[in-house]
């Protein structure tokens, strides 16, 4: 493990002089990449340089009980000494969770879409459910949302929503929430009491940025209309929604949030690219997970990942078999703790697989 984290410090070094000449900011997607290599590996050298410190400290604590004749002093490095094995035990199980290759995206911001799916009225007010919980999970985090585009459920809620997250790996944490949730409850619109299933699925793609994807504006067809739905005076009188067409795929990406066409431009084209994006992106998650039994945060779409009990105030993730009496709070926002242990599964099969 030492040569292994030795090659990573030296690569850390590298990066450090290259960022360092005046010849790197010439190529600014180099550059950005060299940034990002940098802060990856940070925390990686942090833990192997207090690593050596405590190797260090091991052994010289131990040359010092061979010779020290004076009991109360060898007491004292007794303790050092055994505080000092169980923080190297502690150090190793880190940095062997460090090695494991972490998904590239990880650190992307994220662009969430919740869509209401079997159930009607109750599918939409669901994914209003889910959309509050997301942005108070975010608020939490000291991340922020951005609203990208909606369609409004009859009844509340929202048949479509799609909405941007950022802030600091935000794409390594809400990743685990992509498939099909479903709920159980007897919904507002239910005259007789009867519990009724309804479900909604969340994507979550990683934000691409211009670097990841370069698109031609020749393959992006444009169209623009009236928004709809709130907005206040501009709605329905100015042509400021955006539909932007990729041809060669033909992906779509719409967005009428805004007053301003020129930022729902921006919103919309940032949603096209991320979907694009994607396509290849894709192609990664499926060879992971022809090698993972899990899947956590690989699995298909269509998948049930999660049910909402409310009854039984129950929430079940169906991936690790994990069930919490928890559900107000965690509708609330409070997912953090499901999250934990998802990425927990994961990291325990990377490891297995490491080790095959």
Not at 306 to 330: A, E, F, K
Request: charged residues 30%.
């Amino acid at each position: 493990m030492l040569d292994k984290l030795e090659a990573i410090h030296q690569r850390w070094k590298n990066i450090q002089e290259e960022m360092n000449d005046p010849a790197a900011m010439s190529d600014m997607k180099k550059f950005i990449k060299l940034s990002k290599d940098y802060k990856e590996l940070q925390p990686v050298v942090d833990a192997y340089k207090e690593y050596k410190d405590v190797l260090g400290n091991i052994d010289s604590t131990k040359e010092l009980l061979k010779t020290e004749k004076d009991e109360e002093f060898r007491e004292m490095a007794k303790a050092e000494l055994n505080e000092l094995v169980h923080r190297k035990d502690e150090l190793e199980e880190e940095i062997r969770l460090m090695l494991i290759p972490t998904d590239p995206q990880d650190g992307k911001n994220a662009i969430v879409e919740i869509r209401a799916g079997t159930g009607g009225d109750e599918a939409s007010i669901f994914a209003g459910d889910l959309y509050r919980m997301y942005t108070k999970f975010a608020e939490t985090k000291g991340w922020k949302t951005e609203l990208v585009d909606i369609t409004e459920g009859t009844v509340g809620g929202f048949k479509e929503i799609i909405f941007e997250i950022k802030g600091d790996n935000v794409y390594g944490q809400m990743k685990y929430e992509s498939g099909v949730h479903r709920v159980q409850r007897v919904p507002k619109t239910e005259t007789q009491g009867r519990i009724h299933t309804s479900a909604a699925s969340v994507v979550v793609l990683p934000e691409a940025g211009e670097f990841d994807i370069e698109l031609n504006p020749a393959d992006i067809r444009k169209d623009l209309y009236c928004s709809s739905g709130p907005g206040g005076q501009s709605v329905n009188t100015t042509y400021s929604a955006v539909r932007l067409t990729h041809i060669p795929t033909g992906i779509v990406a719409t967005c009428q949030d805004q007053k301003s066409q020129l930022k729902n431009y921006d919103k919309a084209l940032k949603v096209l690219r991320s979907r694009i994006y994607e396509l290849e992106y894709q192609k990664y998650l499926d060879e992971v997970s022809s090698k993972r039994k899990t899947m956590v945060s690989t699995g298909d779409r269509s998948a049930k990942i999660r049910t909402y009990n409310w009854p039984q105030g129950r929430v079940t993730d169906h991936r690790i078999g994990l069930t919490m009496y928890n559900l107000q709070s965690i509708i609330d926002g409070d997912i953090q703790e499901i999250i934990d242990k998802l990425q927990l599964a994961e990291n325990a099969e990377r490891l297995k697989a490491e080790v095959e």
